[in-house]
């Protein structure tokens, strides 16, 4: 029986925390915190944004530029080649 009565004393206890957690979490003052909060995340979220779009800007021009390089490279190498080549054949 004592099991039973504990078991209902937690219960209510639980029913009345919520209740007053609710009305706690509704409150103007609590909404008021929820509203500042949500929108300094959300200018964290645009400042990040901003970053991320300069970051993959500047690393599309870096692997622009590699490519470049490695084009280049490429055009020395074959020029050398065919030079090796002309040279052997005289």
């Known amino acids: 029986m004592l099991k039973h009565a504990k078991e209902a004393a937690l219960f209510a206890g639980g029913l009345l ?6 009305k706690i979490l509704s409150s103007k ?3 008021k915190v929820y509203t500042y909060t949500t929108a300094a995340a959300l200018r964290m979220k645009e400042s ?10 500047n690393c ?3 692997v ?15 020029a050398e080649s065919q030079l090796q080549e002309a040279e052997t054949a005289n």
């Open 17 to 22: 925390f919520g209740t007053i957690g609710v």
């Open 64 to 78: 622009a530029s590699a490519k470049d390089i490695n084009e280049q490279r490429e055009q020395e190498l074959d």
């Open 29 to 31: 003052d609590a909404k």
């Open 60 to 62: 599309a021009d870096i």
């Open 48 to 57: 990040v944004m901003r970053t991320v779009t300069t970051v993959q800007e």
